[in-house]
Each structure stands twice: as C-alpha cells, then as structure tokens.
C-alpha cells in the first residue's frame, strides 16, 4: 500500500521521465507531406540570406555595429520581454483566479479575459494613442500590448488547469503537503508548457509587430525594416536586420521545447475531471475583484470607448461606408481558405516531429517558430521574389497569399494540432496495425479523428490571425481586392479615422467568430463528452 | 481520449473537401488581368480620395473600368522593379516624383504622349517623356497656435536644428517628401550643411513615423512645431472643422528649402497589357476633367494652368519656394546616404 502510494507521489510531483520514444514509420505519404511546409518556410529564409550577401561581409558587419542597429535590438529586447512577463503575470493570475478560485462571477470574467483577442493590436493602440500623447513611446506600447495579448497565456493556462488530472494533487495534499507546495510541486510544473507556449505566441507576436508600434511611434527592428523598404527599392540593410530578427526568434522557437521537456502526455484512458475545492479567497476577495476590472477597464473598455467615440462623430464618416460589404467579404474570401489551407500544411510538420522522433524532424518542426517572428513585409517580399523568377503564372493570385499566410501563421496551428496529437497514444494506432489495417488507413482512422480538438482551436485561432493580416495582404492579394484590415490601414493612414471606425468595428465583430470557438475548444475541448464516466482512470506507471 | 468525433470530423473533411474543390475556381478568378480586355491595373501610392474621385471620373467618360491596388509609393515602385517585364500593372501612379524617377532610371516606363505632356508645365515632368507630375504639393511649417507665436519662427528650416528648438520640431525621417526636402537643402547649401542640418534635428528634434503622424501631434499639443507637407493641415482642418483647429500652417518662402514644391504624378509601365487604356488614363489625370476631380479630393496645387483648388490654398504664384525641380531631385537615393550618415535610417 504504501509503495503505491510512494509511487504516485513521485508521479505527481515530477514530469514523467523521458522515454524513448520507439519510431513509428509515419505512412509515406505523410513524410512526404511534410516536405511542403518545410519548402515554404526555406523560402523567406533563403530570400533574407540571398539579400543579405548582396551587403557583402563588410556591409554586414557595418551594419550590425552601427548606433542605431543597438538601439533597435535594445527597444525590441525592452519590448519583447516587457510584455512577455506582463502578460505572463496577468494571465497567470487571471486564469488562477478563473479556474482556482472563489471569485465572484467566473464564469462572466472569463468571457471578458478572452475578448481582448477579438481586438487587433493596430486598432488599440490607435484607440488609446487618440486619448493623449502620453501613451505614445515604449511605455505606452508595453502597456497597450501587455493588455491585448495576455489573453494568449490566460486561454491555454486557464485549460491547463482545468483539464488538469486533479488525483495528483490530492494525493499531494493526502502526503501532508500544504495548498502552497502542492501548487509549486504539482500543478506548476504541469502548467507550465501551457503558460510557456502562450508566453512564446506573445514574444513571436511582439517581434513581428508592426502597426500597433508604428501608431505608438516605437522603433524595433521590425518596423526598422519597414522603414528601410521604404526608404529604399532594393534593400540590403533590410535584410540584414531581418536575419538578426530571425536570430532573436531562435531562442523563441526552442524555447517552447525546452519548457516541455521530454515529458510524455499521452495516455490511453480518459482521466476523470471531477471539482476540486476552490481555494478561497476571503479578504483578497477585494483586490481580486479590482484587478480584474482594472484589467478589463484597459484591456476592453478604453479601446472599445474609443472606437464607438470615432463612430459616433467626425465628417469623414461615411465615406468608403458603401466599401465595408466588399472589404467584408474580401477579409472572409481571403481568411477561410487561408486558414484551411495553413492548418492543412502544418499538420503532417507536427506529426513528423511527434512521430519521426529524429533531430531533423524536431528541428524542421521549429523552423516556422522562427520564421514567425519575421514581418509579413519580409515574406510577401519572399514570395515575390520567387514566384515571379520560378511561376509567373501564379503571382498576385490567392495561391500565392495562402502560402505566405502558411509561411506566417503554421506555429499557431502546430500549437493547437500539437496540443492535441501529443494526447493520442502511438500504441491505438499499433493495435490497429495488428488488427490488420495498413500503416495509411490506420493513421486515418485512429489518430486523425483524436485530432478534431486541436483542429477546431487550429482553426479558429489562424483565421483571427488571417482576418487582421496586414502587410503580406497588402502586397500579394490580387489587384482590386481590399480587406477590412487593409481598408482601416490606408483610412487612418489618411488620418481619416472616423472613417476607419465602422471598418475597424466589423474587423472587431467577425474577429468575435474565431475567438468564441477558440476560446470554446480551448477551455473545453472535449464538450460535453467530458462530463461523463468519472473514476476511470489508470495510472501509467512507466 | 476524446471520444468525438467521428462525425465531427466528417464535417470537416467535407468543409475541407468543399474547400479544396473550390481552390481551382477562386485561382481561375483571380488570375492577373493579362488580356486587353481586362480592367485597367492601376497601381496607386497616391492618397485615395483624389485617385478614387479621378477614377470614378475615368470611369464615367470612357467607360473603362480601373482595378487599384494601393501601398505607398516606394513599396510599389520596389513592387514594379521585383516584377519586371512579368508585371500585372499598366498604370503607376506616385505619391512622389523620385519613385516615377526610379522607375525610369531603371527603364520600365514607357514614353507620354505629347499631348499628355504638353498639358502641364514641363518643369514638373521627367526630361525623357516617361512621366508626369499631376498635382504639386509644398513642404511647410505647422505650429500649434497656442504654443507659437509665427511671427517668431525662423527665417530658415535649417534653424529648427538648433538647441533652441530643442524637443520643439516633429519630423519624420521615412517620409518620402522628408527625403526630397533633405535632397533640396544639400542642393542648395552643400552636402556638409544638410548633414549637419540631420544630425541636428536628430539631436533636438522628435522622430515621427508619417508627416501625418507630426501633424496630429502638433494638433494635439503634443509638441508646437512640424515639418510636413501642407495637405496633411488641410485634411486634419476639414476632419475637425476650420473653426476647432488647434493648429496652423506657415510658409518660410524666399527661396528657402523650408518651403519645396514636390510633385505626384503618373506614368504607364513598358509591360502594360492595356497600354492604350493606360495612356488615356494619364492623360486624363492632367486633363481639365480629370484635375478638377483630384483637387477637390486633395488640398493640393492642379498643375495644369486654369484649374484652381477649392481649398483655401496660399496662391502657388505667392509660395516663392525653393529653386529645385522635381527632376533634380532625382530619385533621391542620396538623401537616404545622408539619412544613414546622421543615423536617422
């Protein structure tokens, strides 16, 4: 009995040990699937080497030494890291006090921590920056940026706890630990690839941004190499910046695996979710209550003010009104076979990684975190650059804009497929095989269907990415075509922003779409199907 | 496990299936217009109220119809050089002269028609015929009035450089009338000068990412003084109302670089598929037509003679701005060596 128990602490209180995990042949056809979202990722990365030798070692070298190079790679880092720890902090106590406490009125709050999402960053930051100037600078955009994105950590955090297995806590608690270690010990570390993949989403994000910084008059080497296209055709200094921006993206991407470790999460039972005891709050109650209005107050209710405010006045309003129902369906034409055309891409990458078990595989598989960070200016120029030289007869047609929204946005479906694929055990598929299917059909009809979770916040997650895309629109969609996004762009670069307002309002609604479904799959990605069969569970014990 | 999903995912293998199906027709759709018969490609880095009330005017005289791809000019000109002979385009029109300049530079535009030409001065249209300025523009000073009294201001923009103007003047380094007004000062005063006239503004004036961007912030009492071209003023006073506006504008003069007149204007690409289509098109831009739609859309000077703005601009003739034509300007690519000297780029 007690060696029992002995053993299930010391489940409860580590990851799992790495084990090895024996290489499965992934059919064929999925190996070479994945060959696809590997040649289009090469793409932008050779392009950005190509265009940086034209600088030569000397111009390189130059380059990277001047004055201002130092004060880009400061105000990104200052940047980058302001927000990544801010959102971690107001995530992680939002989701905390949504999943683990007795705060009034949770399930209220948690629609309001995750409708930041529906709120592109351009768009609040303009909101804010048209209250005063004093929200202009880094200190501004740290602020603004913080309160728009931790909804990324608070979403997969506030999951994690809730889907968390609770009977290793309990037996925690049962060993006479107290609430505080049992938190540290246990639920910490088994929280911790879902707040660090959320705080990764949040770093890429701030390395890549450009309209939100651009509005709040920051300089990061993003909106560096912007200003470097624009002041130049055919730029070499652009590119240089670029590679040291993909360089700052490297820790990013691998980060995330070292977060994970090598921790196993698949099982082949169904754990129970049953309550657990809320920790209460008592006089923290207050503090906890004005925390999360204060965060809602900027979070939503400035940008929202704001935005209603430019609706309701202003001469410019009205005109380009009648071009909000081509612009709609432009956004919508242009996101949902993006999305499905993204999501499809990225699934044999996480599979080969998952699955393929090899270095190259796990390397191939972060190739796209790295390239996440990069502007979409840098790969629409990519894809230009390509597809005029090697398939004329494809340029400015939406094939070519779905291939650099998959270039752009495959992590954020690898994230959510990866999520999913990392809970179907290998051993369903090997008891197929041994019932007789083929390697193919066995895959199809096993670990396929288990994916549909993942699949469904994969989605939902790109196409609000792909409904606010900007610059990779703006050079690569078709002639003619204008999108929401695009068309709140030029407006408010017109400074027409009363105009910009109902474009900026319909972005912001069909953005609810995505966001409830993600928001759905994330927090409860089995539905319903949860609530039933309590107590089956079987602890693994390898 | 989740238990799902079977139909779930049936669902979505038909959505996807739909999807994929659907992918050959919206290819199909949207190929780049290649036949003649296909819509004029315009691609536009000039503001849109003008170019949208001159399209609509195009439209309705010839019955052509204009399909518009916007960005900014040196994006689109970059655009037009990566793209070649291979490019959709027929019609390029600029925000500003140096990305036409460019263009011709490398050879992708084609010759203007002399009636085309001859329809504007030929001061502010490129010496070969390839391209011509439609509208002008002035480089001037905005202030707040409550933070400055005009009468105070400078004789020459070179002074706001000065530690008296210190975190006084707004600026904006990437913007292309910015470069021009920099290629004005090294022309007229020397090379040395302009650099120091950068290194300056770097040290006591405030970056600012768009001329329109400085513009607001003057508005706002966010700092008195900007560096901007003069239809920024004017759009802002139309959005607020003459009567609320915070700010105004003043014209240095005398020859001053502070004061430039810099040029928009359009040219049609060597490659155009609608090439005949696209000359109408330019041509109507200088047309009487044509210029009467654009400087009722944009505070900006017709530069064909007998056309005036309805806008309450100072009269062109009254300027006395700087003595440098678009064409010496060039395409300004030693601005931007200047720009990176003083490390502003």
């Not at chain 1, 921790?263 to 503090?287: F, I, N, T």
């Not at chain 1, 694929?421 to 369903?428: G, I, K, R, T, W």
């Not at chain 2, 400078?154 to 002074?159: F, G, K, M, R, T």
């Not at chain 2, 300007?329 to 780029?345: F, Q, S």
Request: proline letters at 7%.
């Amino acid at each position: 009995m007690s060696d029992t128990f002995g053993e299930l602490a010391e489940i409860a209180a580590a990851p799992r040990p790495r084990r090895a995990r024996r290489t499965r042949a992934l059919p064929p056809a999925i190996v070479a699937a994945a060959l696809v979202p590997i040649a289009l990722i090469a793409l932008p990365i050779v392009y950005v080497l190509i265009r940086s030798a034209d600088a030569g070692w000397s111009g390189i070298v130059a380059e990277l030494f001047r004055e201002r190079t130092l004060m880009l790679f400061w105000n990104t880092s200052v940047l980058t890291f302001s927000v990544t720890g801010l959102a971690l902090a107001i995530g992680g106590a939002a989701a905390w006090l949504t999943e683990r406490s007795d705060l009034p009125g949770r399930a209220l709050w948690r629609v309001l921590f995750c409708l930041p999402l529906a709120m592109p960053a351009f768009v609040a930051s303009f909101a804010w920056k048209s209250i005063g100037p004093s929200f202009q600078g880094l200190g501004g955009a740290i602020l603004i940026l913080s309160m728009e994105s931790f909804p990324l950590v608070f979403l997969p955090l506030a999951a994690a706890l809730r889907s968390m297995d609770p009977a290793p806590e309990e037996v925690s608690r049962s060993l006479g630990q107290g609430p505080r270690a049992t938190f540290m010990k246990v639920v910490l570390p088994r929280a911790l690839p879902a707040a660090g993949g959320g705080a990764l989403l949040v770093a890429a994000h701030m390395l890549s941004e450009f309209g939100a910084l651009s509005l709040l008059r920051v300089q990061t080497l993003t909106t560096a190499i912007f200003q470097q296209y624009e002041l130049q055709f055919d730029n070499a200094s652009a590119a240089v910046l670029s590679a040291m921006l993909m360089l700052f993206c490297l820790p990013v991407a691998f980060g995330e695996i070292y977060l994970r470790g090598a921790e196993r999460r698949d099982k082949v039972g169904r754990s129970a979710v049953r309550r657990r005891r809320e920790q209460r709050l008592g006089s923290w109650m207050w503090p906890a209550l004005a925390f999360s209005a204060l965060v809602c107050v900027l979070a939503l209710g400035v940008p929202f003010g704001r935005l209603g405010y430019w609706l309701m006045r202003g001469v410019s309003a009205g005109r380009g009104i009648e071009a909000i129902g081509p612009a709609l369906w432009g956004s919508l034409s242009l996101a949902l076979p993006g999305t499905i055309v993204t999501t499809i891409v990225a699934l044999p990458l996480v599979l080969l990684a998952l699955r393929g078990g090899g270095r190259i595989a796990r390397i191939a598989e972060r190739l796209p975190y790295v390239v996440h960070g990069l502007p979409g200016l840098v790969v629409a120029l990519a894809l230009v650059y390509a597809s005029i030289r090697l398939l004329p007869a494809v340029y400015q047609t939406r094939a070519v804009l779905f291939a650099a929204y998959a270039i752009l946005f495959m992590p954020l479906a690898q994230s959510a497929l990866r999520a999913s694929a990392e809970l179907v055990s290998p051993e369903m598929e090997d008891v197929a095989r041994t019932l007789g299917r083929g390697a193919l059909r066995a895959f199809v009809s096993v670990t396929l269907p288990a994916l549909a979770p993942g699949l469904g916040a994969a989605l939902a997650l790109v196409a609000l990415e792909l409904m606010r895309e900007l610059t990779a629109t703006l050079i690569l969609a078709p002639t003619g075509v204008a999108t929401l996004a695009t068309e709140v762009w030029s407006l408010t670069g017109d400074g027409a922003y009363a105009a910009a307002a109902p474009f900026a309002a319909a972005l912001v609604l069909i953005s609810g779409l995505p966001v409830y479904v993600f928001t759905l799959r994330t927090l409860d990605p089995g539905g319903r199907a949860r609530k039933g069969t309590p107590g089956k569970r079987r602890p693994r014990t390898g | 496990m989740y238990p799902l999903s079977r139909r779930a995912l049936l669902k979505g293998a038909a959505f996807g299936g739909a999807a994929l199906a659907a992918a050959p027709a919206f290819l199909a759709a949207s190929r780049p217009a290649r036949a003649a018969d296909g819509p004029l490609a315009l691609y536009n880095g000039q503001h849109r109220p003008p170019v949208e009330a001159l399209i609509a005017a195009f439209t309705a005289a010839t019955g052509i119809e204009v399909a518009v791809r916007h960005g900014s000019s040196a994006q689109l000109a970059s655009q037009l050089m990566e793209e070649g002979a291979h490019s959709p385009a027929d019609v390029f029109w600029s925000e500003e002269s140096p990305s036409l300049f460019a263009l011709a530079e490398k050879g992708l535009l084609a010759p203007l028609s002399a009636e085309t030409l001859s329809a504007v001065p030929a001061e502010y249209s490129a010496k070969d015929g390839t391209w011509i300025g439609a509208t002008a523009r002035c480089r001037v000073v905005v202030y707040n009035k409550a933070d400055v009294d005009p009468a105070t201001l400078p004789a020459s923009v070179l002074d706001f450089a000065t530690e008296a103007y210190a975190d006084k003047v707004a600026f904006a380094p990437a913007s292309g009338a910015f470069q021009q007004q920099i290629m004005a000062v090294m022309i007229l005063k020397g090379r040395e000068t302009a650099l120091a006239w950068l290194k300056g503004l770097r040290q006591y004036g405030r970056v600012y990412n768009s001329d329109s961007a400085a513009v607001e912030a003057v508005e706002s009492g966010d700092i008195p003084i900007a560096l901007s071209n003069n239809y920024y003023w004017q759009a802002l006073a139309r959005e607020i109302g003459e009567a609320d506006v915070q700010s105004a504008i003043h014209n240095i003069g005398h020859g001053d670089p502070g004061t430039l007149i810099t040029v928009s204007g359009g040219g049609v690409l060597k490659s155009a598929k609608n090439a005949e289509a696209a000359q109408r098109f330019v041509g109507f831009m200088v047309s009487e037509e044509g210029q009467k739609a654009i400087v009722a859309a944009i505070a900006e000077y017709p530069l064909r003679p007998g056309v005036t703005s309805p806008f309450p601009l100072t009269p062109f003739g009254e300027l006395d701005p700087a003595p440098v034509t678009p064409n010496q300007l060039g395409d300004a690519e030693a601005a931007l060596a200047l720009l990176r000297e003083a490390e502003l780029a």
